[in-house]
T-cell receptor
Framework: AQTVTQSQPEMSVQEAETVTLSCTYD???????LFWYKQPPSRQMILVIR??????QNATENRFSVNFQKAAKSFSLKISDSQLGDAAMYFC????????FGQGTRLTINP | KAGVTQTPRYLIKTRGQQVTLSCSPI?????VSWYQQTPGQGLQFLFE???????NKGNFPGRFSGRQFSNSRSEMNVSTLELGDSALYLC?????????????FGPGTRLLVL
């Protein structure tokens, strides 16, 4: 069965600095999708970024970028110029037939 | 486009009762998935419906069931509620052309079982 592991339950960063959230996954498939979602406190789950496994190029969305290492089964999220609004629970997710989520990383932004 | 909507947003039930939750996907999306989110177990996949047919099912007991209508709206039913069913139930829709695998989530229904 596919599993997704986020080894950092909590992280904090100073406003305007850069932070990297880690994610590893386990699969025997070669064709799949990876996602990062953010869930602010008591608010809706929002898609941050998606990556197609067959694409070697790392996805980027404004201040958010990923480091996708397929052989290592690693998919980290880098947030540049952190803002107070980035504070949330971040979930790494893998999709083949359905979506499997990691346990989440709670990100705190210090002003 | 309007996002995924879920009703009701909050619900309180007692053990043994049953509950029905509703989800309206983004217009044009034909796939709806349901997830249970709890502090202990995290986010767990319940089932996915596509064109009124259950396409995938997670590892939940038969008390959890769902269906999808011809307009892609979906309902989830939990019968004989247990205290452990207290959770946030999230619905997600997908089907955007070129990004069919990408799911967009609703705000969730928070269910409390007493």
């Amino acid at each position: 069965a596919q599993t997704v592991t986020q080894s950092q339950p909590e992280m904090s960063v100073q406003e305007a600095e850069t932070v990297t959230l880690s994610c590893t996954y386990d699969t025997s498939e070669s064709d799949y999708y990876l996602f990062w979602y953010k869930q602010p406190p008591s608010r809706q789950m929002i898609l941050v970024i998606r990556q197609e496994a067959y694409k070697q190029q790392n996805a980027t969305e404004n201040r958010f970028s990923v480091n996708f290492q397929k052989a290592a089964k690693s998919f980290s999220l880098k947030i540049s110029d952190s803002q107070l609004g980035d504070a949330a629970m971040y979930f790494c997710a893998y999709r083949r037939l359905w979506v499997v989520f990691g346990q989440g990383t709670r990100l705190t932004i210090n002003p | 486009k309007a996002g995924v909507t879920q009703t009701p947003r909050y619900l309180i039930k007692t053990r043994g009762q049953q509950v029905t939750l509703s989800c309206s996907p983004i217009s044009g999306h034909r796939s709806v998935s349901w997830y249970q989110q709890t502090p202990g177990q995290g986010l767990q996949f319940l089932f996915e419906y596509f064109s009124e047919t259950q396409r995938n099912k997670g590892n939940f007991p038969g008390r959890f069931s769902g269906r999808q209508f011809s307009n892609s709206r979906s309902e989830m039913n939990v019968s004989t509620l247990e205290l452990g069913d207290s959770a946030l139930y999230l619905c997600a829709s997908s089907g955007e052309r070129g990004r069919e695998e990408t799911q967009y989530f609703g705000p969730g229904t928070r269910l409390l079982v007493l």
